[in-house]
T-cell receptor
Framework: AQTVTQSQPEMSVQEAETVTLSCTYD???????LFWYKQPPSRQMILVIR??????QNATENRFSVNFQKAAKSFSLKISDSQLGDAAMYFC??????????????FGKGTKLSVKP | DTEVTQTPKHLVMGMTNKKSLKCEQH?????MYWYKQKAKKPPELMFV???????INESVPSRFSPECPNSSLLNLHLHALQPEDSALYLC???????????FGPGTRLTVL
């Protein structure tokens, strides 16, 4: 069974600084997808970034980028130029690509990010 | 329209009440999901509908009854809930051509 581990329950960053959130996963599949979702206090889950396992290039979305290390099964999220609006719970999620998949996500336990002004 | 809507935003109910949560999407997605989320925890999958048929029930108690009347609408009927069922209930949808799920804003349920 696949598992996702986020080892940092809480993180803190100064506004305008850079922070990296860690995520590791365990799978025997070769094709899969990885996601970072953000859930602010308003509670809506918002997709931050996604990575296809078959792509070697790390995904980037504006100030958000990932460091995807397939062999190490590591998928960290880097937030550059942190803003107050980045404060939220961040969930790392895995989705397999096996036949018949319902697109089910496996979530890590989350990392609560605080941004200090 | 690239959003999933959920109503109501908040719901307070007694243990003997019957209520329903509603989820709607107009993106043409054919897979829809119900999740339960407790505070400071990740979402837990409850049900999956694929092409309007229930495909996954994660051993959810029968006091939760899902329904998918059409491809755009997903309901969760609640009856005889327990206080421990108080949580945020999230709906999500996904299209075959996409890998990510799109989430609604959730319904905050309190059972007294």
């Amino acid at each position: 069974a696949q598992t996702v581990t986020q080892s940092q329950p809480e993180m803190s960053v100064q506004e305008a600084e850079t922070v990296t959130l860690s995520c590791t996963y365990d799978t025997s599949e070769s094709d899969y997808y990885l996601f970072w979702y953000k859930q602010p206090p308003s509670r809506q889950m918002i997709l931050v970034i996604r990575q296809e396992a078959y792509k070697q290039q790390n995904a980037t979305e504006n100030r958000f980028s990932v460091n995807f290390q397939k062999a190490a099964k590591s998928f960290s999220l880097k937030i550059s130029d942190s803003q107050l609006g980045d404060a939220a719970m961040y969930f790392c999620a895995y989705r397999g690509d096996y036949g018949g998949s319902q697109g089910n996500l496996i979530f890590g336990k989350g990392t609560k990010l605080s941004v200090k002004p | 329209d690239t959003e999933v809507t959920q109503t109501p935003k908040h719901l307070v109910m007694g243990m003997t009440n019957k209520k329903s949560l509603k989820c709607e999407q107009h993106m043409g997605h054919r897979a829809m999901y119900w999740y339960k989320q407790k505070a400071k925890k990740p979402p837990e999958l409850m049900f999956v509908y694929s092409y309007e048929k229930l495909s996954i029930n994660e051993s959810v108690p029968s006091r939760f009854s899902p329904e998918c009347p059409n491809s755009s609408l997903l309901n969760l009927h609640l009856h005889a809930l327990q206080p421990e069922d108080s949580a945020l209930y999230l709906c999500a949808s996904r299209d075959r051509g996409y890998n990510e799920q799109f989430f609604g804003p959730g319904t905050r349920l309190t059972v007294l």
